[in-house]
């Protein structure tokens, strides 16, 4: 290649050093006349006529000032591009001296530069017309980024993956419909920190002009900004340094910045993606890899920031005012005036929510909030798998079990292969107080008797026979009394024993009610219970318990429900579902809430046995239960718990938010006990050296969270117990998040 050189160019005394590329091989070419970088490219006419292109690109920006483009040299013959003999194309560049962008002291007026830089380029080219540019089809042009779309197959890390999927649909509900609306322009399309050029704080220069392509004019600030916030704290104000330099020389529409974010995210998934792919084929490459990390590290930043705070913060940096969001009281207000007044909302002052994903939520007003709370999504909100799965069935067909369809068989099938014998047979609902009635019915017909026995503080659902078997509900404020067909256990709970006895627990209670059951002058058609009792705070069923109880319950004709809503699907983390800790197997089993990721749906899991008996010619029929798209997202929630190792992440992440909590403890003698498994824990507050229930503790606790954007709730008969269900995607870094804020509040308490 030095005769090469020698022979067309007349450099003398050359020396090569490779440079990594995509599409051509790069050196970097030092001689006596200086440096320059040389590219070697496969012929075709194709690529020919790129570089004629790429060559009238540069050389319309050379007015900026000499040093700022890297130019095309002519050899001796004054031709762009020399044809060596092994049919190759080779091209010599002018090589521009300058900090690289990644190399330099990053400062808001250096920021300010860039974004100047840059906007100085597209006037520039605002007119700018070739058919060589204009027809690329890149996958490295953001509009063409459902291209990529197959390419996160090759993303190894599945949690990784579906944060990419995610911002895949982000795009597509957002992004996609407006394109036609924004302006277009053929730009650089490469502004990325490797490829900008610094000078005494300044930006001076921009090499590489390969991914030059006709597209939206503001992709070019997406670009720009995406790699200028690598690894920054706070990459909105960085953003807005670039956004507020572009803006002044070239003025940005609102419409532009409106879905800015979403373009950010779209070049942060375009590069990852693009990593995966050429990992394979380039395992070695560090050239390939150089931007991964801060690329991931960005991402998982990114969706981190409510899209309503970056727009509004992109606005203010270029003088528009922002979007004004009605105030909570007149939201409130309007909401009362058509909902019952007893539909109940978190908080004093309500949350004004807009969207959400994985574990966080984000509201009207540009809040982020960590989701430690809510146990419906339970794979993480807006999961992609999930969303995908709806909408894909949905736009097939909705319909009900009258029909036949493989979605129910096939659904039901993965489902009940979850569950030991002889739970065998499914009837699909809507929702988990339906199922919980539908268990009843089940378990009424099967024994002919109608009493049932419930748990102390249970709850069961909103129907009218669940607010008869929920304690918690009938026994609560509104509520009618204990119905005579209806007998109560005590809850057996290990921390407010009313046993003095420290061992055996479970026993003696399972003791006490069954001789309430032998006193009784019913047999009992069913006991139902929680394993872990939410709505008495959390509170698990004292070891041994069921085991002394589901026998006796059975010898006298009566069948055993687990209500499974909250506890099952891997949440507790040593269990898929609640019972087995207890060691026993229900009778019928209720599921609700996270079956769905929060699409309303239901089940009730049952052996042949009953569910023969109920096939007593009244037909049973549900419009929703079992339609397709229910189905196929029970399917995919399924398939996430398996694929992303949920349950194993629910018991590490719980296992080391009990050790933090427990820790606590020992520090602050007002945590009375800490209790729970996996990612289902509640932290009882009382007042020093006592058992006496700290409620106005609890209060302050839960709103203090609310304050810091932190979602948890109490629960319990005094509503003294802070109560943790977050999404399975929680982490141990959202822990500490959790208990950092926990220990500052109990620090204030305690002063």
Not at 576 to 588: A, L, N, R, S, T
Request: a negative charge; glycine letters at 8%.
């Amino acid at each position: 290649m030095e005769t090469v050189l020698n022979h067309h160019y007349s450099l003398t005394n050359v020396g090569l050093k490779p440079m990594e590329g995509y599409i051509s091989e790069n050196y970097l070419v030092t001689s006596d006349q200086g440096k320059y970088v040389l590219k070697v490219y496969d012929y075709s006419s194709q690529v020919q006529s790129e570089i004629e292109a790429e060559t009238e690109f540069v050389n319309l920006l050379t007015h900026l000032n000499s040093s700022q483009v890297s130019r095309p040299v002519l050899n001796i013959n004054q031709q762009l591009v020399t044809k060596t003999e092994e049919g190759q194309m080779l091209r010599l560049l002018s090589f521009v001296e300058g900090a690289f962008l990644a190399e330099a002291e990053h400062t808001p007026e250096l920021f300010l530069s860039l974004g100047s830089f840059m906007g100085e380029i597209d006037v520039k080219l605002r007119d700018f017309k070739n058919p060589s540019i204009e027809s690329r089809r890149l996958e490295w042009d953001l509009q063409n980024i459902t291209l990529l779309k197959p390419l996160s197959k090759h993303i190894q890390d599945i949690s990784r993956r579906k944060l990419v999927k995610h911002f895949f649909n982000q795009w597509d509900l957002h992004v996609y419909p407006i394109l036609p609306q924004l302006r277009q322009s053929i730009i650089h399309n490469d502004a990325n920190d490797w490829n900008i050029l610094i000078k005494d704080g300044q930006v001076t220069g921009v090499i590489d002009f390969g991914d030059s392509v006709h597209t939206q004019l503001i992709n070019e600030l997406a670009i720009a900004i995406t790699y200028g916030i690598f690894g920054k704290e706070n990459p909105l104000i960085w953003a807005s340094y670039i956004i507020k330099g572009y803006h002044q020389k070239y003025p940005l529409e609102q419409k532009e910045l409106g879905v800015l974010y979403y373009l950010i995210a779209g070049r942060l998934i375009t590069s990852v993606c693009k990593s995966a792919q050429e990992k394979i084929n380039q395992p070695d490459s560090e050239y390939i890899t150089i931007s991964e990390k801060p690329a991931w590290d960005l991402l998982e930043k990114w969706v981190t920031i409510n899209p309503t705070k970056a727009k509004n913060e992109f606005f203010r940096a270029a003088g528009f005012d922002i979007d004004q969001t009605e105030p909570i009281e007149e939201v409130l207000s309007k909401r009362r005036s058509v909902i019952g007044s007893n539909v109940s909302v978190s908080y004093k002052m309500p949350i004004y929510m807009e969207s959400a994903a994985f574990q966080y939520m984000f509201d009207r007003f540009g809040n982020t909030y960590l989701d430690a709370y809510n146990n419906i999504p339970h794979v993480g909100h807006q999961h992609p798998a999930v969303v995908e799965a709806a909408q894909r069935q949905i736009a097939k067909l909705n319909t009900n079990t009258r029909y036949l369809y493989d979605n129910l068989h096939e659904y039901a099938e993965q489902l009940l292969a979850k569950f030991p014998e002889p739970l065998s047979k499914v009837f699909f609902v809507n929702s988990g107080s339906a199922a919980s009635d539908l268990a009843i019915r089940l378990a009424q017909n099967f024994t002919q008797k109608k009493t049932v026995a419930v748990m102390e503080h249970g709850y069961h659902g909103n129907t009218r026979l669940g607010i008869d078997i929920s304690h918690y509900k009938y026994q609560g404020s509104g509520g009618l009394g204990k119905a005579d067909e209806i007998i109560e256990a005590s809850l057996p709970n290990e921390y407010r024993s009313k046993f003095n006895s420290e061992r055996n627990t479970g026993a003696l209670y399972a003791q006490e009610f069954i001789d309430q059951l032998k006193q009784s002058q019913s047999e009992v058609a069913a006991f139902i219970s929680e394993p872990i009792v939410g709505c008495g705070g959390q509170v698990p069923l004292a070891p041994g318990y069921l085991k002394e109880v589901y026998p006796y319950i059975r010898d006298q004709g009566g069948v055993c429900i687990s209500d499974e809503v909250q506890t099952g699907f891997g949440r507790l983390g040593d269990y898929f579902w609640g019972f087995e800790m207890q060691g026993v197997v229900p009778d019928i089993i209720v599921l609700g809430k996270p079956i769905a990721n929060g699409h309303p749906m239901g089940a009730v899991v049952t052996t042949d046995a009953i569910a023969d008996a109920f096939d007593n010619g009244m037909e049973f029929f549900s419009s929703f239960g079992g339609n397709p798209v229910s189905c196929e997202i029970g399917k995919a929630v399924l398939n996430v718990i398996k694929d992303e190792e949920l349950q194993e992440n629910a018991k590490s992440v719980g296992e080391y938010h009990m050790h933090c909590l427990r820790d606590l403890k020992k520090e602050f003698p007002v945590i009375g006990d800490v209790r729970g498994s996996g990612l289902f824990i509640g932290i009882e507050l009382v007042n020093e050296g006592t058992l006496i229930p700290n409620t106005e503790l609890a209060q302050k606790i839960k709103n203090t969270f609310r304050e810091r954007h932190i979602l948890i709730s109490t629960d319990g008969p005094r509503d003294s117990v802070i109560k943790s269900k977050p999404p399975l995607c929680f982490s141990k870094r959202n822990v500490d998040q959790v208990v950092d804020v926990l220990r500052s509040t109990l620090e204030g308490w305690k002063k």
